[in-house]
């Protein structure tokens, strides 16, 4: 690995001269067989629809991204030699009842490490006989460092930092108890409604304040220090949204911490996976299930970046154990970048049905369906552009890595055997509305394609 490294000429003052380069070398055009036969086989059976350079496929050695100073460099090394041996870890999760907390939690159980839950108790999952209950309300930073008065813990998972409060009540109770603290927070960290990147690299992100999400075309996937979440004020502007001001607060509450606080943030791209309590997934899932039309905006071209709950529960325990996260920022997300479209497709053939998409150019159907497009939750990722460099959190810790059609399968099986979680989807009341302007559209464009002289 070292000699792939200086082969690249990375020394002092290098790494950004070596990233031009690298970014220089991927604008070329190459074939598959140029890139090795798991390569060649991957593009076979799954067409990625973005090239994901750095994102995923066999472990290429790239130049390392340049880090902000505040952030400690770790020990860059596979998640197999980090590992604390294979002991018992006392680990200590706030929540752990639901999605992929609770995966952690049996995952964690698996394992044989001993699991305390702190949660309000409401959800009982069956492994509760086989975890320590600390009742509380995450919400109250009070009673939170009452509850933890002089308790320690190996590590700790905390899924339910969404405010400065929460995170300062987590700092507040464990600073010198706990050997790792590992927080969930968001790719909304990177920008929405104006927020702004790093300006210091020439490679990095610029965001656009009239777009949701950063448009990050024509440029290196965002990394870990292109955010400038430590310098983020801690006003709520009215302009952005509480989940991502408030995941921001929690960073900046980190990224500002003493020195030996062990904090490890992860920052995670929308997820899918069984029983997701958002029900993204059952979305699209119910409508292929009806085989009417699915409005398709832009037939679904653009790439998206998603998480699966499963191989975020594991990523976030391996980071409970490794020796090189501490005070680290790391992305996580599936390795592959799917087409939007591609990834219905997947979906559809997890189902047995056939895609009956409807391809519509995005600005008609704002214009003219009169369906609420602009709404969070409805045609969930239609419009996400936005990818995350993976290098970091794949050098230090390793990525999962279920193939895509094998974590889509597995979610897909759990909804259908679970149908009352597809019933209980948003918006099913447009969907008339949805399948009339499908089919008033493919009218449309049949005769424009037929006055031009197609077939």
């Known amino acids: 690995m070292a000699a792939a490294v200086r082969a690249r000429g990375r020394g002092t003052g290098q790494p950004r001269k070596a990233a031009r380069a690298c970014s220089e070398v991927r604008s070329q055009p190459r074939r598959d067989s140029d890139r090795g036969p798991h390569v060649a086989e991957t593009r076979r059976r799954i067409d990625l629809g973005v090239e994901a350079q750095g994102l995923g496929g066999p472990r290429r050695q790239l130049p390392e991204p340049e880090h902000d100073g505040r952030w400690a460099e770790g020990r860059r090394t596979t998640s197999a030699t980090a590992r604390i041996g294979q002991v018992a870890v006392k680990l200590l999760v706030f929540g752990g009842t639901r999605y992929f907390g609770r995966a952690a939690v049996e995952l964690a159980l698996s394992r044989g490490h001993e699991v305390t839950i702190f949660s309000r108790g409401n959800v009982r999952p069956p492994f509760w006989n086989q975890i320590e209950h600390i009742q509380g309300d995450r919400t109250d930073a009070d009673g939170v460092v009452k509850r933890l008065a002089g308790r320690s813990f190996d590590a700790v998972i905390d899924n339910q930092a969404y405010t400065r409060e929460e995170a300062q009540s987590a ?40 777009r949701f999400w950063i448009d990050y075309r024509g440029r290196e996937p965002v990394r870990e220090a292109d955010s400038d979440v430590y310098d983020h004020p801690w006003e709520t502007r009215d302009n952005l949204s509480k989940y991502g001001e408030g995941k921001r607060h929690v960073e900046r509450v980190n990224l500002r911490s003493p020195t030996d606080w062990p904090y490890v943030i992860i920052r995670v791209p929308a997820t899918l996976g069984p029983d997701d309590p958002t029900g993204r997934f059952a979305w699209w899932l119910w409508r292929i299930l009806d085989g009417k039309p699915i409005l398709l905006p832009d037939g679904g071209k653009h790439a998206v970046q998603l998480g699966f709950s499963l191989d975020l529960a594991t990523f976030i325990l391996d980071c409970t154990t490794n020796r090189g996260t501490p005070r680290q920022v790391f992305n996580y997300a599936q390795p592959e970048l799917p087409r939007w479209g591609y990834f219905l497709e997947v979906m559809a053939a997890a189902a047995g049905r056939k895609l009956n998409a409807v391809p519509v150019p995005s600005e008609f159907l704002h214009r003219h369906s009169g369906l609420p497009w602009h709404e ?10 936005i990818s995350m460099s993976l290098w970091k959190a794949e050098q230090i810790v390793g ?6 059609a094998e974590w889509v399968k597995l979610t897909t099986e759990w909804y259908l055997t679970h149908p009352a979680a597809l019933e209980g989807t948003r918006f ?28």
């Open 171 to 210: 700092l507040k109770a464990l600073r010198g108890n706990v050997g790792r603290y590992v927080v969930a927070s968001t790719v909304s960290t990177y920008g929405e409604g104006g927020h702004s990147l790093r300006r210091s690299t020439v490679d990095s992100p610029v965001a656009d304040s009239d």
């Open 376 to 385: 969070w939750g409805y045609a969930p990722f239609c419009d996400l552009n």
């Open 399 to 404: 990525l999962p890595g279920t193939p895509l």
């Open 428 to 455: 099913h009341e447009l969907r008339k509305s949805e399948t009339d302007f499908a089919e008033r559209w493919r009218k449309v464009a049949g005769q424009a394609h037929a006055s031009l002289g197609g077939a």
